[in-house]
């Protein structure tokens, strides 16, 4: 499958640092400060670890649910 590079903005702070993406499909592989966004001189370890993040096999991909009543132990 083809490597490319899409322009976007992370959304992890409200920051919006502007992004220079790399994905493969639906794999985000690499993610780094795009120059020519307003936002974009630099990005933090958070935002630069956004593939890990988002292909953790520990993400919550759902909203959790309460299964005992408040108060429980
Ligand atoms: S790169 Fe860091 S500072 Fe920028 S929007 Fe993402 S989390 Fe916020």
Redesign the pocket.
Same mark, same amino acid.
């Given at each position: 499958m083809e490597v490319q590079e899409k322009k976007g903005? $992370?959304?992890?702070?409200?920051?919006?640092?502007g992004?220079l993406n790399t994905v493969r499909g639906d794999m985000l592989l690499q993610v780094r400060p795009d120059t020519s966004h307003p936002?974009g001189s630099a990005? $933090?370890m958070?935002?630069?670890a956004a593939p890990e993040l988002v292909h953790s096999p520990n993400r919550v991909l759902y909203p959790m649910r309460r299964t005992n009543p408040k108060g429980a132990a």
């Open positions: 903005y $992370c959304t992890l702070c409200r920051s919006r640092c992004t936002t990005m $933090c958070k935002g630069k």
